[in-house]
Each structure stands twice: as C-alpha cells, then as structure tokens.
C-alpha cells in the first residue's frame, strides 16, 4: 500500500470527520460493509484503496449516509 493512496483516504475522512481519533478508529477498527466487512486499511493493503476513496467521496457529496 502506498503512502499517497493513504495520505488521499486520510485527507478525505478528515474533510468528513474532524475528530483525528475518530477517523483512524473507523480506518482501522471499524468493518464497512460496503467493502465486504473489511476496514478501510484492510482494503488498502489488499490494493483496492481506491475503493476507499470512492466511498469515501459519496459520503462527502451527501451520496451515502456516513
């Protein structure tokens, strides 16, 4: 996983949600079902951040609930 791919999904949650502990909470702990139940990093590591970024920009257009 690259660190751009994760500095883009970090960038993205916080402009979401300014609680610095809450977004690496939901990062790392927190299962998405829209990304198979995996979390947000689980999916970057797989290679798929780019699915992360998706989600995350349709939160942030008011697409999908948060």
């Known amino acids: 996983m690259g660190k751009r791919i994760m500095r883009r999904i970090a960038d993205l949650a916080y402009g979401i949600e300014p609680d610095r502990q809450a977004v690496?909470?939901?990062?790392?702990?927190?299962?998405?079902?829209e990304l198979g139940g995996r979390t947000a990093v689980e999916v970057a590591l797989a290679g798929d951040g780019e699915?992360?970024?998706?989600?995350?920009?349709?939160?942030?257009?008011?697409?999908?609930?948060?």
Do not use: M
């Open 51 to 66: 699915q992360v970024i998706s989600l995350l920009e349709a939160v942030a257009a008011g697409e999908r609930n948060r």
């Open 24 to 33: 690496w909470d939901w990062l790392l702990l927190t299962p998405i079902k």
